[in-house]
């Protein structure tokens, strides 16, 4: 059952984070507390927060756009939007603040904690379907807060009438984030969501029979990013939305949006996923057309060309198109693996995908496709206009090199990460089957299984470099030292180019690990850190919780 359950509302820090995070985080609120006061003059007793945390992608890397499933986690770091309304609190400070528009629309003045975020604000029509609503024209941070806005508007317009509250003349918000940008933990998804959750708890819109339930918000903060120039998938937000401490989320896409958590194995000794960023920055919004909405149309072509090799419909004139995942379901639904009669319900997912991976080097690949081939190529083999077949499946400007689609080895990628997904998962859901039945001490799962789980992280490392070429040098250095220091798997976390790994430790060796990452990657790459930007760099995390609404009580 897809969960519509509200939101969390928490009272107390107890609720929002695991102790080892809160010993830390509880001082980073009173700071944001004290700066809302000094920029407003609003007491905190009259603040919300909206907090959406970033998350580490544990398995599962660019299939989440194919409609395969994945296995990420929140992490600690996360965007922490406080907010209050300004009409209900005679003290508020006025006077340096833009006048609440005359015409009923409400004023959202924002503010961030770090002077590198500008100031700004922007008027919207509350009761409105968010269709005057406009992006700014050069991307801003507060593209993520207006895209959010602009998500929420049109799905209660869409869907369960405009709001019934007098709209507030108007919000003020402070945004105070932790997770580091362009790095692959999330932090554009971190904002959108935790944006879209302030709206809808201004709009009172969080729970109760009108409220707006977790799976619907997901899928708004999906939406709304795409907004902002990226053809995501939707991982990202799911895992802010219903991740839970001492979990993975099991997040499956099609036929609609589901999210499972499962525990994470106990071992004996612990295991950590340390994160260590290779502090190269991957801006999608800058590289997208030759790197992720690149990968993105590669993937289009292939599922196109497979419908056409196992002689399934398909249509150009259809959005969203079909992904590898919907035509490998009709597939297996229609014909069945051997043609024979319907069997696929039966099958399990890894098995059906053993089959695929069989039969993609005949649809897609053979002699001198590791190069790819041009769109004139694909549009001849699928028997269409080079212009028709263009235009369906570049819904964004995309720059290949030399001009080739990359679709075999693309699909190779795509295929093998989803079974390394259900692969790991398998050893997730085996192992806390086990240790419920099991005395204490055999609860420990063997150092076989951190090493079969390890195994699979630095496959999909392997082939995200091979197949999906969506790592870079620093990268696969930091992988390198990684599993020479202790790593027991690692591999790059979130798109690549850049950005961070995350790596399976066992937690007596984290210590060492972290010191062998910093004398042999960070002090020659980067002399000049402070300890503080080392500390942001490179940290262990246990997973947790997902977004919540928080007011003291
Ligand atoms: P990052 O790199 O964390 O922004 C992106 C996509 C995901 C997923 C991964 C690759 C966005 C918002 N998210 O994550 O949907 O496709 O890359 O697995 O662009
Ligand atoms: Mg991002």
């Not at 000094?38 to 009259?46: M, T």
Request: some cysteine.
């Amino acid at each position: 059952m897809p969960d519509q359950s509200p939101l969390p509302f928490a009272t107390s820090l107890d609720d929002v984070y695991t102790p080892a995070a809160l010993a830390h985080e509880g001082e980073r609120w009173n700071n944001l507390f004290d700066s809302f006061e000094k920029e407003y003059g609003v007491d905190h007793k009259h603040l919300k927060v909206a907090r959406a945390p970033g998350r580490v992608n544990i398995i599962g890397e660019h299939i989440d756009y194919c409609g395969f499933s994945v296995l990420p986690a929140a992490i600690e770091r996360d965007v922490l939007i406080a907010f209050a309304t300004s009409d209900p609190h005679p003290s508020f400070k006025g006077a340096d603040l833009p006048a609440p528009s005359a015409d009923g629309k409400t004023t959202f003045v924002l503010r961030n904690l770090s002077s590198k975020f500008t100031p700004t604000s922007f008027e919207v029509d509350l009761a409105g379907d968010g269709a005057d609503l406009a992006l700014p024209k050069d991307h801003h941070w507060s593209s993520y807060f207006i895209a959010g806005t602009k998500g929420i508007l049109q799905h209660l317009s869409a869907n369960a009438g405009t709001a019934p509250v007098t709209p507030p003349k108007r919000v003020l918000i402070l945004v105070g984030g932790t997770v580091p940008e362009g790095s692959g933990l999330s932090s554009s998804s971190a904002m959108t969501t935790a944006s879209a959750i302030a709206v809808l708890e201004v709009l009172g819109r969080r729970d109760g029979e009108d409220g707006v339930g977790r799976k619907d918000l997901t899928n708004v903060a999906i939406e709304s990013e795409r907004l902002v120039g990226v053809n995501s998938g939707g991982m990202d937000q799911s895992a802010s939305v219903f991740s839970r401490s001492k979990h993975l989320l099991h997040v499956c896409f099609i036929p609609h949006l589901e999210a499972r958590a499962i525990p994470l194995p106990k071992t004996s000794p612990p295991f950590s996923f340390v994160i260590a960023n290779t502090l190269v920055k991957s801006e999608k919004k800058v590289t997208a057309k030759f790197q992720y909405n690149l990968r993105v149309v590669e993937t289009r072509l292939g599922a196109l060309l497979l419908a056409k090799f196992l002689g399934l419909p398909y249509t150009l004139e259809s959005r969203p198109f079909p992904s590898y995942k919907t035509i490998v379901d009709a597939y297996f639904q229609h014909r069945g693996p051997t043609h024979g009669p319907i069997r696929s319900n039966s099958q399990r997912p890894e098995k059906l995908l053993r089959t695929m991976i069989g039969l993609i080097g005949q649809a897609l690949g053979g002699p001198g496709l590791e190069n790819g081939m041009t769109m004139a190529q694909v549009a001849q083999k699928l028997e269409v206009g080079e212009d028709v077949l263009a235009h369906a499946v570049t819904d964004r400007e995309v720059e290949p090199q030399e001009g080739r689609y990359k679709i075999w080895t693309r699909a190779r990628h795509v295929f093998s990460e989803a079974l390394r997904v259900y692969e790991f998962k398998d050893i997730l859901c085996r192992t806390a089957a086990t240790s419920q039945r099991a005395t204490p001490d055999a609860d420990d799962p063997s150092k076989a299984l951190l090493e079969q789980m390890g195994g699979l992280m630095n496959e999909s490392m392997r082939s995200c470099q091979v197949d999906y070429e969506c790592s870079c040098p620093e990268l696969d250095e930091v992988v390198d030292i990684a599993r020479r220091n202790g790593a027991i798997g690692s591999r790059v976390t979130g798109a690549g180019w850049g950005g961070a790994t995350v790596s399976l430790v066992s937690e007596p060796d984290v210590p060492r690990f972290i010191e062998a990452l910093k004398t042999e990657y960070y002090n020659k790459r980067y002399p000049n850190l402070s300890e503080q930007e080392l500390a942001d760099a490179v940290f262990p995390t246990k997973s947790e919780a997902g977004a919540c609404v928080y007011q003291q009580s």
